[in-house]
DNA sequence: CTGAAAGCGCTTACAG
DNA sequence: CTGAAAGCGCTTACAG
């Protein structure tokens, strides 16, 4: 607590004072066996009471390791950080981690860009989350040598990947909500991922789902075009669900069923509904997308498809570490099942 | 793509091919403006076409820097990203990150060990959250020179931290039960922090709480003690909150009010409730911590301490940068507000 | 069991 | 405007 400008000990410090050299002073640290008990007992102890402990950056360059994963952030933090879903994968990845001893370092943009942030990003590993990769990021991490885990990302391209079918699971519960005889429906998507590449042929997560629930439409004689069915775009926040509202009622009035991409959007609209005192289901059904903790507390509580966003994080973590440690070699893709989850918030549709 | 070993390109390689120095190459990366303009374009022009990217880890030795701060996690991984008030304050740090362009480690505890982590962290600061802290880690950081803010820590020890007045805060709020009447009271307190330093005379947040509760009792001529008040200990996950109500029940069949630290605590009882069809308040008041969101979307809705989960992170991370760019020296402690939120779940007591 | 020395891949004061 | 060289603080093959 001196004034003088603290220096950290290093290693050569711990060698001069001990007697010992720095290759046993290392040693000391890493591979005790290889130095007789009084060596390491004089060199930790020195290292002690000069409070030395190695320093990881220079550890690290030595070994060529980071010792922690990346999470790469989309966009905008506050959709990310404010996302159960995304917070009940992170929590899978971490898992990991602490099994792995790595650290999970959550990475934003660097100076606004992606890009740059994955030019820097000190990791060994790096798992996104739908993102509609764009090319540029997925050959920087190449050249560097960082392998890439993409969850809810584009199973089209070729990069390893942890999905579920988010084709058949949306066609499967927009059936359900056909079944009920729902036939004014607004669809909210997400908005596409801001970072896809347009030129390239690429599938999002968003466009597989309006196309599974377009398919399901066909089956009953409808289509995403047609003046019944609208579609509204939305942000994946609870505050985007709670505005949406007044826009869904605008642009259909006789809507019955409103079918979104995310169940913290509908939990925000029932949020609307209820202070707007709208009976659900009677008035207006609203499905999910996800099934959080969340949708099973309010009331009435959400139809949703059930995904398990805290196995996806360990898979693709796991995977992840396949691919840090060498095990494997080829793209391998993982397709966790999902479940369709009927509530109370989904209610036939009465003329 | 080849199966020779890929060896990612170094400065030197860059140096040799472009016919510059390696001092040359650094600087058309970092400060382009002292070299020749031709000599810049010449050297990008060759990274770019090896797929050349800085080594991060060798700058950051060379720059002493890690670019990054670290969240630590107290012992378990399930409690802590669980926990939406957690993650609510993790929001907050990543935003500072973000505009600082840091990323955020989130640590582990290292073969189990919290000590060895901090040992070990690649970071330029660290942020911990509701931990005791041991001596022994404030011991640690300080001799590794690495700067530390504690949210919601033991405002008695001497470290930089970021705080509510917790005791008021609880005084307040079991006021307001009182107040209705409620005189069958069960708390529900959060367990110690495992890492309390025992032999120290450390105030944890738990206790602050449990101290604030006590004065209001006393107010109204009740005590700890006192046969109708009984304190039961939890988890701070939604789990605990649904395993809790027998006991609850158990330990005093008369109970009207339940007090807790959580609102994750709060709603999983109050789920339970639901399940069991008691009725809430009429049968049972219940009374959270923190104001998460969830709070206000489930019914009813729960009364609750509103306390800024965003902003304690935006605080203790602006605190924690200011400490790390050495803007400042002294042992700062921030208190932000909190208030009172009353809701349906607090009741009056009907004898 | 122990140590001298090269190497990890950058940055930067200094000299020209 | 450009470069040779020292330095950041470790690890580790090699020799003894």
Redesign the interface.
């Known amino acids: 607590m001196n004034d003088i400008k603290?220096k950290?000990p290093t290693i050569k410090d711990i060698a001069k004072e001990s007697g010992y050299s720095k290759t046993a002073v290392s040693f000391a640290f890493n591979e005790p066996s290889r130095l007789s008990s009084e060596a390491v007992k004089k060199i930790l102890e020195t290292a002690n009471s000069l409070?030395?402990?190695?320093n990881?950056?220079?550890?690290?360059?030595s070994l060529?390791k980071?010792?922690?994963i990346?999470f790469l952030?989309p966009q905008n933090?506050?959709h990310t950080?404010?996302n159960?879903y995304i917070?009940k994968v992170?929590?899978g990845i971490?898992?990991v981690?602490?099994s792995e001893?790595y650290?999970?370092?959550?990475?934003?943009?660097?100076?606004s860009s992606i890009e740059e942030?994955v030019?820097?990003?000190?990791v060994d590993g790096l798992i996104t989350m739908g993102m509609g990769l764009e090319n540029k990021i997925v050959e920087?991490l190449d050249?560097?040598?960082i392998p890439l885990v993409a969850i809810d990302g584009n199973p089209s391209q070729n990069i390893p990947s942890v999905n579920i079918d988010d084709e058949r699971a949306s066609h499967d519960i927009m059936c359900e909500v056909l079944k009920r005889g729902h036939r004014n429906i607004t669809i909210v998507s997400l908005s596409e991922d801001l970072f896809t590449d347009k030129i390239s042929n690429i599938k999002t997560v968003p466009l597989l789902r309006r196309q599974g629930y377009e398919r399901a439409l066909k089956e009953y004689g409808l289509s995403l075009t047609d003046e019944r069915i609208s579609i509204l775009l939305s942000e994946c926040t609870?505050e985007d669900g709670v505005n949406l509202y007044s826009q869904i009622i605008s642009q259909q009035p006789s809507v019955s069923c409103v079918v979104t991409m995310s169940d913290i959007v509908a939990?925000g609209i029932l949020?609307k509904l209820r202070v707007e005192k709208i009976d659900v289901p009677a008035t207006l059904s609203v499905v999910g997308f996800d099934n959080l903790?969340?949708s099973?507390?309010?009331?009435p509580r959400l139809t949703t498809v059930d995904q398990p966003g805290l196995d996806k994080g360990i898979f693709a973590s796991n995977l992840l570490f396949d691919y840090i440690k060498g095990k494997i070699e080829n793209t391998t893709r993982i397709e966790v099942p999902y479940k369709v989850i009927i509530r109370e918030s989904l209610g036939e549709f009465n003329a």
Do not use: D, V, W
Not at 56 to 61: D, G
Not at 119 to 122: C, T, V
């Open positions: 603290k950290r409070g030395y402990f190695p990881p950056l220079a550890r690290n360059l060529q980071h010792f922690s990346g952030l933090i506050n950080m404010n159960p917070l992170i929590e971490s898992k981690c602490e001893n650290t999970l370092t959550i990475i934003p943009p660097l100076r942030a030019k820097s990003a000190a920087i050249k560097r040598n609870f939990i949020y903790l969340e099973k507390l309010i009331s």
